[in-house]
């Protein structure tokens, strides 16, 4: 009943740029944080960074003064601006929403709704 579609990933050079999509469709009444994780092989996925309906932001100690989260919540749509990328930053990575929807039979309800990840790699 939601969708979240991803886009923006690829291959890039150290010290190079990219930036992240990811727009949310479907029966949403509301979106509370919105923000984006990655995950590598044999690894949790973890968070990369986040942002509430309210413009709050968390970082990653990792990719804080590089990367930059950001909403339109008239598009309901996450932004992840990646700049000085580094090789550690190779992972798949994935977009996270805390939706308010309505089920089956019109109730309402908040669940975390994924993306179907995107790959960004960085060459060395």
């Known amino acids: 009943q939601v969708q979240l579609v991803e886009s923006g990933g690829g291959l890039v050079q150290s010290g190079g740029s990219l930036r992240l999509s990811c727009a949310a469709s479907?029966?949403?009444?509301?979106?509370?944080?919105m923000g984006w994780y990655r995950q590598t092989p044999g690894k949790e996925r973890e968070l990369v960074a986040a942002v509430t309906s309210g413009d709050r932001t968390n970082y990653a100690d990792s990719v804080k003064g590089r990367f930059t989260v950001s909403r339109d919540n008239a598009r309901n749509t996450v932004y992840l601006q990646m700049n000085s990328l580094k090789p550690e930053d190779t992972a798949v990575y994935y977009c996270?929403?805390?939706?308010?929807?309505?089920?089956?039979?019109?109730?309402?309800?908040?669940?975390?709704?994924w993306g179907q990840g995107t790959q960004v790699t960085v060459s060395s």
């Open positions: 996270d929403a805390e939706v308010v929807t309505l089920g089956s039979t019109n109730y309402k309800y908040t669940a975390h709704f």
């Open positions: 479907g029966r949403i009444i509301s979106i509370n944080s």
